[in-house]
């Protein structure tokens, strides 16, 4: 060793023996080589995008980056006491290739950042497929697509949704005055999706609620639910059958 090296250590507070420096100088190339190699990855990522019509900014980006750092890194294995603390400079690298994926936002279509990862000649981005699985570059251009168009019709629905909810509310207030007339929401027990519903609560604690028509006839509303405040006997439930009108 040098007696530069000497002082350098000295200025560390560490005296390395031969066998740390070589632990040292050869994690700090390995740092390099995998630095190296992420930066490769990221091009053919980026490569495999372009050729397939993804647009660079417009349907992904990629916020890679390496960088050198200086810090101080703990080496040897605190087990068998040869751990020992030393400052080293060397490459870093991180970020990577994401696509721009629509998602909707507090009523507004908005892009967040989805990682696509590569296994040999196909990517996966999981936001945009429903199976985690790689895809043919042009395959994954068709899914992304097919999610960020989705997404579009979907926002749509919603703005559709929620004016027709604003109207029958209105209806319903108009029809039953002294009723309390309110937008919900209920879920599908099999895939626990949500919908919206309308509730209409009388002053007995009655409570009637609906949801929207089908298709584009949102407003024609159809009977979701029902709770009736007033108990009723076994006796007094008979009677009222017995005393229905035959169909």
């Given at each position: 060793?040098?007696?530069?090296?000497?002082?350098?250590?000295?200025?560390?507070?560490?005296?390395?023996?031969?066998?740390?420096?070589?632990?040292?100088?050869?994690?700090?190339?390995?740092?390099?080589?995998?630095?190296?190699?992420?930066?490769?990855?990221?091009?053919?990522?980026?490569?495999?995008?372009?050729?397939?019509?993804?647009?660079?900014?417009?349907?992904y980006?990629?916020?890679?980056?390496?960088?050198?750092?200086t810090?101080?890194?703990?080496?040897?294995?605190?087990?068998n006491?040869?751990?020992?603390?030393?400052?080293?400079?060397?490459?870093?690298?991180?970020?990577?290739?994401?696509?721009?994926?629509?998602?909707?936002?507090e009523?507004?279509i908005?892009?967040?950042?989805?990682?696509?990862?590569?296994?040999?000649?196909?990517?996966?981005?999981?936001?945009?497929?429903?199976?985690?699985?790689?895809?043919?570059?042009?395959?994954?251009?068709?899914?992304?697509?097919?999610?960020?168009?989705?997404?579009?019709?979907?926002?749509?629905?919603?703005?559709?949704?929620?004016?027709?909810?604003?109207?029958?509310?209105?209806?319903?207030?108009?029809?039953y005055?002294?009723?309390?007339?309110?937008?919900?929401?209920?879920?599908?027990?099999?895939?626990y999706?949500?919908?919206?519903?309308?509730?209409?609560?009388?002053e007995?604690g009655s409570?009637?609620?609906?949801?929207?028509?089908?298709?584009?006839?949102?407003e024609?509303?159809r009977?979701?639910?029902?709770?009736?405040a007033v108990?009723?006997?076994?006796?007094?439930?008979?009677?009222?059958?017995?005393?229905?009108?035959?169909?």
């Open positions: 060793m040098s007696n530069l090296e000497n002082q350098l250590d000295l200025f560390h507070g560490v005296v390395l023996t031969q066998d740390q420096e070589k632990e040292v100088n050869d994690w700090v190339k390995r740092q390099a080589t995998n630095a190296a190699e992420n930066q490769e990855n990221v091009n053919r990522i980026m490569l495999m995008l372009d050729e397939a019509g993804f647009v660079q900014g417009k349907d980006n990629s916020n890679f980056e390496i960088h050198e750092v810090c101080d890194r703990e080496f040897g294995y605190s087990y006491n040869t751990n020992y603390e030393y400052e080293v400079t060397y490459l870093n690298s991180c970020g990577n290739v994401y696509l721009k994926v629509n998602t909707i936002h009523g507004k908005k892009n967040y950042n989805s990682t696509v990862s590569r296994e040999g000649d196909k990517l996966m981005c999981t936001s945009v497929t429903s199976q985690y699985r790689y895809y043919k570059p042009s395959s994954l251009l068709v899914k992304f697509n097919e999610h960020n168009s989705l997404q579009n019709s979907k926002l749509n629905r919603l703005n559709a949704e929620d004016i027709a909810i604003e109207n029958i509310i209105t209806k319903f207030q108009n029809q005055p002294k009723a309390e007339v309110t937008r919900g929401s209920d879920y599908y027990r099999r895939s999706q949500e919908f919206p519903i309308v509730k209409v609560k009388f007995s409570e009637v609620s609906f949801t929207l028509g089908w298709s584009d006839d949102l024609n509303v009977f979701h639910k029902k709770h009736d108990s009723e006997s076994t006796e007094a439930l008979m009677e009222r059958f017995n005393n229905q009108k035959a169909k």
